[in-house]
């Protein structure tokens, strides 16, 4: 029997892909990919691979950094948190609903623009 429930549970939800309005999308979105595919220039690509790859470095550098700092802040305002004591507490959940609370781009903002 959980072997019928399965299968319908996948059948009802590969079914949601098959509306019009989503098969309308999906065309427009590979009819988008193959016109860049096939009908863009893309004699500037090999200039710019080099350019491309630092990028690329500096973007998972700036990953890794950032995990590990945000690791590094989320455990001792988790454990506040946790801790019962209110002067613990009170000022960890102040900031965490502060910066869960904001756009990202209003702190980069503030960040920035002091």
Request: charged share 15%; no cysteine.
């Given at each position: 029997?959980?072997?019928?429930?399965?299968?319908?549970?996948?059948v009802a939800r590969t079914s949601?892909?098959?509306?019009?309005?989503?098969?309308?999308?999906?065309l427009i979105a590979l009819g988008l990919v193959l016109s860049a595919a096939f009908f863009m220039r893309w004699d500037w690509l090999p200039q710019y691979y080099e350019m491309g790859?630092?990028?690329l470095w500096r973007s998972l550098w700036i990953l890794a950094v950032t995990c590990v700092l945000g690791f590094l802040l989320a455990v001792p305002l988790g454990l506040a948190q946790a801790a019962g004591s209110f002067w613990f507490a009170a000022p960890?959940?102040?900031f965490c609903t502060v910066i869960?609370?904001?756009p990202?781009?209003?702190?980069?903002?503030l960040l920035y623009y002091g």
């Open positions: 029997m959980a072997n019928e429930a399965t299968i319908i549970d996948v949601l892909w098959l509306q019009p309005h989503r098969i309308v999308l999906i790859l630092i990028g960890a959940k102040v869960r609370g904001t990202l781009l209003i702190q980069l903002w």
